[in-house]
């Protein structure tokens, strides 16, 4: 079982950028294809955005499409998301997760809070 740590959430206007980071332990990073996930209040934790183990494919929901980047660092067995362009829609408590975004891996981590003001 992996043991999943994200950070990098917070407070910010809508327009700003944020970037969160995902530490993956117990399992060899590099062989899974990961991805960030989202929850907001009252509604089903949701998609966001994947990439293949290499770091080669990625691929978005179309409600971020064009603002957020995902990326990888193998060697320091961390997952990224670069938000950009941020929307109070975008509040929600984000999670990442390995294998495929239909069936996770692993157990959730505690998540990182983003919250956008209008």
């Known amino acids: 079982q992996a043991h999943l740590v994200e950070s990098g959430g917070g407070l910010v206007q809508a327009g700003g950028s944020l970037r969160l980071s995902c530490v993956v332990s117990g399992r060899t990073f590099s062989a899974y294809d990961m991805s960030w996930f989202r929850q907001a209040p009252g509604k089903e934790r949701e998609f966001v955005a994947g990439i293949s183990w290499s770091g080669f494919n990625t691929y978005y929901s179309d409600s971020v499409k064009g603002r957020f980047t995902i990326s990888r660092m193998n060697g320091k067995k961390t997952l990224y998301l670069h938000m950009s362009d941020l929307e109070p829609e975008d509040t929600a408590v984000y999670y990442c997760?390995?294998?495929?975004?239909?069936?996770?891996?692993?157990?959730w981590g505690q998540g990182t809070q983003v919250i956008v003001s209008s």
């Open positions: 997760n390995g294998g495929s975004p239909e069936r996770p891996s692993w157990s």
